[in-house]
Nanobody, 121 residues
Framework: QVQLLESGGGLVQAGDSLRLSCAAS????????MGWFRQAPGKERKLVAS????????YYADSVKGRFTISRDIAKNTGYLQMNSLKPEDTAVYYC??????????????WGQGTQVTVSS
């Protein structure tokens, strides 16, 4: 079992930066893939960035490439999403998730409660 708790969301202006954190509990987190998803109002939840259990492989959606960076600290059982050059279209609820294959959005088994990110223009 893995429990996840996100933090770091908030209201920022376009061009600003935010860093989301995902604190995990449970021994299996260290061997699980980690992903950040987001869901905007009226839209489906989508995978934004993910990282494998080693930290050596990552995935980014085209919409965030070059602006977002995913990382994890196994010793701290914590994952991060550094978001730079934020745009209004990045506004969404962001969810941290742990799963089996980092590149397969449908293979995430554990979810956090989400944190709101709002970017004003």
């Amino acid at each position: 079992q893995v429990q996840l708790l996100e933090s770091g969301g908030g209201l920022v202006q376009a061009g600003d930066s935010l860093r989301l954190s995902c604190a995990a509990s449970g021994r299996t987190f260290s061997s699980a893939a980690m992903g950040w998803f987001r869901q905007a109002p009226g839209k489906e939840r989508k995978l934004v960035a993910s990282i494998d259990w080693t930290g050596g492989s990552t995935y980014y959606a085209d919409s965030v490439k070059g602006r977002f960076t995913i990382s994890r600290d196994i010793a701290k059982n914590t994952g991060y999403l550094q978001m730079n050059s934020l745009k209004p279209e990045d506004t969404a609820v962001y969810y941290c998730a742990a799963g089996r294959k980092y590149y397969r959005p449908h293979e995430y088994d554990y979810w956090g409660q989400g944190t709101q990110v709002t970017v004003s223009s």
